[in-house]
């Protein structure tokens, strides 16, 4: 008989509990007997073994059709859309615990869905322009969020790498409420954002992925890769208000005094002129997030 190729272990195995035990049996059954015909390497067929946790009812019990609390995927499909469910069965629950199905969690993440639509929808409506500023709390963040879902991700911590996403999203947001923003920087964080995503939300992030210009799939493109030296940001943003009031947001060096901090605020234009022929009573400042000027 022609001799096969050698089979390799398997990285990782998969599986719910309830199956593991049969199914483990089985694998290895057969593995060791190839292996003793010589035709695979290695004593055991996985090299690493993952349970996935039980979603549950929305009552909290295991799911039964005699007790009623089943849910049907179909139903979830057909009024939210596949990436929506999707993302829900990574965000809701802490994929190797598991946990109640709920109505509620699934209708939050749909919310998400949409404000992440308002960023893709700010920036098509944005002529280009790389004349604007770019923000390197910004990029700080996102160079942070890429290390923390690629390592979210491999440990299976599916859920708190889509938390990393909704406050970059927050993030980017907030950057495009700025008037002269720079939209090629934009549209490199946006690249970089919907590729993050793209495990969670496969057709939504093709769709996006070809509305930003590209003209290959998502799938073909890299995994973004952050940068060390862009983890810690040289610069912070610093709030300025007049009477509790946000007047405006700036860049500024992490190590400036207080008193410079003042010399800066005052001379912003959006402040100069809310304190015109005004007495200012009060500076209230705190270091890397915010100046107030109490003024009458």
């Not at 005699?66 to 009024?79: A, F, H, L, R």
């Not at 979210?152 to 938390?163: G, L, M, W, Y």
């Not at 290959?216 to 862009?230: G, N, Q």
């Not at 190590?255 to 200012?280: F, G, H, P, Q």
């Amino acid at each position: 008989m022609r001799k096969m190729k050698q089979l390799m272990s398997v990285d990782k195995y998969i599986g719910g509990i309830e199956h593991a035990a049969m199914h483990l049996l089985y694998a290895r059954f057969i593995y060791k007997a190839l292996r003793d015909l010589g035709y695979t390497e290695g004593d055991e067929p996985f090299l690493n073994l993952v349970h996935q946790g039980i979603i549950l009812g929305s009552d909290g019990q295991k799911m039964s059709k005699s007790k009623g609390n089943t849910v049907s995927p179909d139903e979830y499909i057909e009024q939210y859309g596949a990436d929506v469910f999707r993302t829900y069965l990574a965000f809701g629950f802490s994929y190797l615990e598991g946990g109640p199905w709920s109505d509620s969690g699934i209708k939050s993440v749909k919310s998400f869905f949409d404000k992440m639509n308002r960023i893709f929808e700010r920036y098509l409506e944005t002529a280009n322009s790389d004349k604007g500023e770019s923000a390197p709390v910004l990029d700080t963040i996102r160079h942070r969020t890429i290390k923390a879902v690629t390592e979210d991700v491999e440990r299976f911590q599916f859920n708190t790498a889509i938390a990393r996403l909704m406050e970059f999203r927050n993030a980017i947001a907030e950057y495009q409420m700025k008037d002269d923003r720079n939209t090629v920087f934009e549209l490199d964080i946006l690249k970089d954002y919907i590729r993050l995503i793209s495990p969670f939300a496969p057709h939504y992030s093709e769709d996006i992925w070809e509305m930003l210009g590209n003209d290959t799939s998502i799938f073909d493109s890299s995994w973004p890769e952050y940068k060390e030296d862009k983890l810690t940001s040289k610069t912070i943003e610093i709030v300025i208000q007049v009477n509790s009031k946000n007047r405006c947001r700036i860049q500024i060096e992490t190590d400036v005094s207080e008193e410079k901090m003042k010399e800066i605020a005052l001379k912003r234009e959006e402040i100069a002129k809310e304190i015109y022929n005004k007495t200012i009573l009060k500076t209230i400042y705190v270091k890397g997030k915010l100046i107030n000027f109490v003024v009458r």
